[in-house]
């Protein structure tokens, strides 16, 4: 089965320092991974997925497989990146299985 | 926002009572799923549907049921309500089939078991 996993729940940064949400996976097959925000009275919603490979409001992330991780990165947090961020893996079968999340502050 | 709403947005209940929430959405999309939020657990699959009366468990699905019997609309049903089950549940729609991943949800219910 499936399992993604995001050790840190919450994350304090201050503004302008580089900001690392880590997500390690587990999957037998060939994983599609993603990352969704939700940002405070928002719905949740994708912020980006590793196949299309794209920067989305600054993030990037990579997939490693050998380390089967697919960290968060962004070199200069802003105030409005405040939110909850959840890892996330899509299965075979339709499923897309969430990580425990990480809520992520940026200080003035 | 996609058209996707979740019905009752709040609801309070008692131990051993039936709770439905409704999920509704104007997208026509085929794949609909019900997630449960809880803190240091995220969001989990309780159940999804991948077509009219086809639907199939999650990783969290005892105590829970579905139904679809038309494509714009997932019931999801307590059959009797435990505090265990007092949670923030969110509806999520997905065009799909796999391999897109991208899934639509909703604003959320937050039920409250006494």
């Known amino acids: 089965a499936q399992r993604v996993t995001q050790p840190e729940k919450l994350l304090s940064v201050f503004k302008g320092a580089p900001v690392e949400l880590k997500c390690n996976y587990s999957?037998?097959?060939?994983?599609?991974l993603f990352w969704y925000v939700q940002y405070s009275r928002q719905r949740l919603q994708l912020l980006l997925r590793?196949?299309s490979r794209e920067s989305i409001k600054g993030f990037t992330a990579d997939l490693n497989k050998g380390e089967t991780s697919f960290h968060l990165k962004k070199p200069f947090a802003q105030e409005e990146d405040s939110a909850m961020y959840y890892c996330?893996?899509?299965?075979?079968?339709?499923?897309?299985?969430f990580g425990a999340g990480t809520t992520v502050t940026v200080r003035a | 926002d996609a058209g996707i709403t979740q019905s009752p947005r709040h609801k309070v209940t008692e131990t051993g009572t039936p709770v439905t929430l409704r999920c509704h959405q104007t997208?026509?999309?085929?794949?609909m799923y019900w997630y449960r939020q809880d803190p240091g657990h995220g969001l989990r699959l309780i159940h999804y549907?991948?077509?009219?009366?086809?639907?199939d468990k999650g990783e969290v699905s005892d105590g829970y049921s579905v139904s679809r019997s038309k494509t714009e609309d997932f019931l999801l049903t307590l059959e009797s309500a435990t505090s265990s089950q007092t949670s923030v549940y969110f509806c999520?729609?997905?065009?799909?089939?796999?391999?897109?991943?991208?899934?639509?949800f909703g604003e959320g219910s937050r039920l409250t078991v006494l």
């Open positions: 999520a729609i997905s065009e799909g089939p796999g391999g897109t991943g991208e899934l639509f």
């Open positions: 999957y037998s097959g060939s994983p599609e």
């Open positions: 590793h196949i």
């Open positions: 996330a893996l899509f299965s075979n079968d339709y499923k897309l299985s």
């Open positions: 997208e026509n999309h085929r794949y």
């Open positions: 549907s991948y077509g009219v009366k086809d639907t």
